[in-house]
């Protein structure tokens, strides 16, 4: 089984910055895609970023010029910076891997347990 594991949440005011880290573990043989989504409360889960590990970016369109997902292929870890910070941005932030667990093997998805982010006005 792989394991997400997020931290760097917490509170912060209006035009202030987080950042989010989630490390994948256990049994893994290659990660194709990590990414953040969020869900606020009363909302549904919604796609924050991702990352393939070929290094192809996706945003959207609240997190453009605004948030940057990185990952370290070699630690299986990705990050979230989150700039300028806004109270709509408050919400738990989920980390999500699609990860194969042996060579040619199917693909799976996990997700982490989430981390809050609560943004102050």
């Known amino acids: 089984q792989v394991q997400l594991v997020e931290s760097g949440g917490g509170l912060v005011q209006a035009g202030g910055s987080l950042r989010l880290s989630c490390a994948a573990s256990?049994?893994?043989?290659?990660?194709?895609?990590m990414g953040w989504y969020r869900q606020a409360p009363g909302k549904q889960r919604e796609l924050v970023a991702t990352?393939?590990?070929?290094?192809?970016?996706n945003y959207a369109d609240s997190a453009t010029g605004r948030f940057t997902i990185s990952r370290d292929n070699a630690k299986n870890t990705v990050y979230l910076q989150m700039n300028s910070l806004k109270p709509e941005d408050t919400a738990v932030y989920y980390c999500?891997?699609?990860?194969?667990?042996?060579?040619?093997?199917?693909?799976?998805?996990?997700w982490g347990q989430g981390t809050q982010v609560t943004v102050s006005s």
């Open positions: 999500r891997a699609v990860a194969q667990l042996v060579a040619k093997g199917s693909e799976y998805l996990y």
């Open positions: 256990g049994r893994i043989f290659s990660i194709r895609a």
């Open positions: 990352s393939t590990s070929g290094g192809s970016t």
